[in-house]
């Protein structure tokens, strides 16, 4: 099993509609990220938590939302989706009880088509 | 400029050669850095952590720090067709909370 599993794994919908895609982890880590990833443009930052009620921008938070729930969960909503942000999403995970320095380990991805 | 920059690629090898892939980062205050390989519609997987200026090896892999130049490099000594993906640089600040990535390098090994 994925120690930082990602639902859905594929998505396709319609501009204007809810959605929320969900981050759950096994590893015990404390940290938890949101990023996109566009040809081009690679990994992106949208939001990142340190902690349950921890909640921080990154760099493309607009139409975007988190709410980190529990330690292990992690979840983005587009409260409105639009075309643009059409994009393979990951979530990612650090554990700063070894260091502030420690890598980040990603999720399998959610592949999100907005038509 | 960019805060981490990479050579998109792709860099073509032959199988058992050596690929050699740059970074530089613009904060003067990095600690930290990674390399991840990503293989075409996965997620990025960690493969070299390194820290302190010098080498670093792993296995058929090698990162190179040199802060004072402000770059950071990975060999892939007797490169396989398993390799090719894309590799991305990625730099952690010293203030420790935030990780940029570069663009990545695709590398194609043919046999």
């Known amino acids: 099993d994925a120690d930082v599993t990602q639902t859905p794994r594929n998505r396709i919908t319609k501009t204007g509609k809810r959605i929320m895609l969900e981050c759950s982890q096994t590893?015990?880590?404390?940290?938890m990220y949101w990023y996109r990833q566009d040809p081009g443009l690679g990994l992106r930052l949208i939001y990142y938590?340190?902690?349950?009620?921890?909640?921080n921008k990154g760099e493309i938070s607009d139409g975007y939302s988190v709410s980190r729930q529990a330690q292990a969960k992690f979840s983005l909503s587009l409260e409105s989706a639009i075309p643009n942000q059409t994009a393979l999403y990951f979530c990612?995970?650090?554990?700063?009880?070894?260091?502030?320095?420690?890598?980040?380990?990603f999720g399998d991805g959610t592949r999100l088509s907005i038509l | 400029q960019k805060e981490v920059e990479q050579n998109s690629g792709p860099l073509s090898v032959p199988e058992g050669a050596i690929a050699s892939l740059n970074c530089t980062y613009s904060?003067?205050?990095?600690?930290?850095f990674f390399w991840y390989r990503q293989y075409s519609g996965k997620s990025p997987e960690l493969i070299m952590s390194i820290y302190s200026n010098g080498d670093k090896e792993d296995g058929r892999f090698t990162a190179q720090l040199n802060k004072a130049s402000q770059y950071v490099s990975l060999l892939i000594r007797d490169s396989q067709p398993s390799d090719s993906a894309t590799y991305l640089c990625a730099v952690l600040k010293a203030a420790g909370n935030k990780l940029t990535f570069g663009g990545g390098t695709r590398v194609l090994v043919k046999p």
């Open positions: 990612a995970t650090s554990d700063s009880r070894r260091g502030n320095n420690q890598p980040q380990h």
């Open positions: 590893k015990g880590h404390d940290r």
């Open positions: 904060d003067r205050g990095s600690q930290s």
């Open positions: 938590s340190f902690d349950v009620k921890d909640i």
